[in-house]
């Protein structure tokens, strides 16, 4: 590198949304403040509601090992292992800490977290979104970028929190 540093010295797009800058969100302690209650042990924290182009990134926490969710997704997924593992019933790897997964769009897999003396916690980038279905894939419910904020603005109502925190992270 060399030369001055010179900022972009034209204007930005017709429309553009602004950066998104979200200090600490990767920062874990025992706390839940922060995290969203899903199902009983599994809490989320929305990180981006892409509701213009239907995904949304968030941070999965599981504190009790067992079956989350089956499903099929409509896109694809991209998923960090940030803390702890997990894996898919219907696979033969294990996610770990530091590990990458891509998910196809079409695949259905069943969600398990095993024992750990630790919370395991990764970052999901969901494209789309996906469809909870039974062993035998019958359609038992869904969820989309929609049905996360739906969900995330409910549960800042009912803690007292304003709902419009959230507006934030809308892009």
């Not at 972009?8 to 920062?27: E, F, K, N, S, T």
Request: negative net charge.
């Amino acid at each position: 590198m060399s030369g001055a540093a010179v900022p972009y010295q034209l204007a930005q797009p017709v429309g553009i949304l602004p950066d998104l800058l979200l200090p600490g969100a990767m920062q874990f302690d025992d706390s839940l403040a922060s995290w969203i209650p899903q199902s009983e042990g599994v809490w989320f924290r929305p990180l981006l509601f892409g509701v213009s182009n239907g995904y949304y990134l968030n941070l999965l926490r599981v504190r009790a090992a067992g079956m989350l969710s089956r499903h099929r997704h409509n896109g694809p997924v991209h998923a960090f292992t940030l803390r702890g593992s997990w894996r898919y019933l219907e696979h033969g790897w294990t996610a770990r800490e530091g590990d990458y997964t891509f998910e196809p769009p079409g695949e259905v897999h069943t969600l398990i977290v095993p024992p750990q003396p630790y919370d395991m916690i990764a970052l999901f980038h969901v494209s789309g979104g996906y469809v909870y279905v039974d062993p035998r894939g019958i359609a038992t419910g869904h969820e989309d970028v929609f049905t996360k904020l739906a969900c995330a603005r409910e549960y800042f109502r009912q803690s007292g929190r304003d709902p419009t925190e959230l507006d934030k992270l809308i892009r």
